[in-house]
């Protein structure tokens, strides 16, 4: 079973669609109520929601997941049943299985109903019709390359007396990104320093984003959020809510990190923890999702038509 307990809960929806091939006359047959075994499309949509709801304890590898909604819609040809399945969920992995899987046993559940009339009949396709919801929907579609670069403050990587891993995590996942890193350094926890850094390289370098890792916890020597507060000219508190939500559900240490994150010019800085597993904690929450913060900073439009399609989704719940 695949790990998926480093991704972050998004809206996951997904439609499919399963058609079956029937007689004209077994289609009229439904039309008009005559099915040996009652109506059969009241009992597939049933059964539908059904698989939907239970898709894990069909498909081995599937996740337990907690469905929001699972909808079907039926379509009668002149010789064909059309079953529509549309499934949503706020969870860490997509529902295009739980969307098939909800089609598929609602074409069965029609086809074990009507067998008796219509030997003929044939489940011809089941199909994904689109899925969305996770990180490539979120990827970076701006054009060009965002311009990177990564902070790590430590006395004693900086004396050499020990080897940085966290900043190399950091740079490799902008890299993977496909963020150019231009600058890495590595310096002691001291304020002063980290400022003088943070300053040179938004005004003078003018870069995209920088990423800081330590002094964000409760020693003397953990200055960095002090140092950020002088240099950002505004704050975005939701970042470093997202990151101790994030990491309080893999450690209960989470609640002591003083991380911020905020926006000089158009230079969105980020601070995180100096250990290994609060960097990837950190990592995994913000991306590809920062990749937002750069639309809005060069007013980028939204998407109108997908604004209005919520706004009316909303209207009708």
């Known amino acids: 079973m695949r790990d ?6 998004t809206l996951r929806i997904a439609t499919a ?9 077994t289609i009229e047959l439904i039309k008009k109520g005559g ?16 698989a939907a709801k239970n898709c894990s304890q069909i498909i081995p590898y599937c996740h337990p997941m907690p469905v929001d909604y699972v909808g079907v819609d ?6 064909a049943i059309h079953i529509t399945t549309t499934v949503k969920a706020i969870y860490k992995t997509g529902v295009e ?3 098939l899987t909800a089609a598929s046993v609602a074409a069965l559940t029609i086809y074990d109903m009507l067998k008796m009339v219509d030997e003929l009949m044939q489940i011809e396709t089941v199909v994904l019709l689109e899925k969305k919801g996770g990180k490539s929907d979120f ?5 060009g390359t965002l311009k990177a670069a990564v902070l790590v403050l430590s006395d004693t990587c900086a004396a050499g007396k020990k080897q940085d891993v966290s900043g190399r995590l950091i740079v490799e996942k902008l890299e993977e990104e496909g963020l150019s890193v231009e600058e890495y350094k590595i310096i002691p926890d001291d304020a002063e320093l980290a400022r003088t850094n943070l300053l040179q390289w938004s005004d003078d370098l003018k870069l995209d984003i920088i990423i800081t890792t330590g002094g964000t916890g409760l020693s003397s020597r953990d200055t960095t959020p002090e140092a950020i507060k002088e240099v950002i000219e505004r704050e975005l508190p939701g970042v470093a809510e997202t990151l101790r939500a994030y990491g309080q559900e893999r450690n209960p240490f989470a609640m002591f990190s003083r991380s911020l994150a905020g926006v000089r010019n158009k230079t969105v800085i980020i601070t995180l923890p100096g250990s290994t597993g609060g960097v990837k904690d950190g990592l ?5 999702f920062i990749f937002h913060a750069f ?16 706004l009316q989704e909303s209207s009708k719940k």
């Open 4 to 9: 998926v307990s480093s991704k972050v809960n």
């Open 17 to 25: 669609r399963a058609t079956l091939k029937a007689s004209p006359e």
């Open 35 to 50: 099915a040996p075994k009652g109506d059969p499309l009241p009992v597939a949509k049933v059964a539908a929601i059904q």
């Open 74 to 79: 039926f379509d009668l040809d002149e010789d």
């Open 97 to 99: 299985m739980e969307a």
């Open 139 to 143: 990827k970076n579609k701006r054009a």
């Open 284 to 288: 995994s929450a913000l991306f590809p």
């Open 295 to 310: 639309k809005m900073l060069n007013d980028e439009c939204h998407d109108a038509k997908g604004d209005e399609s919520r």
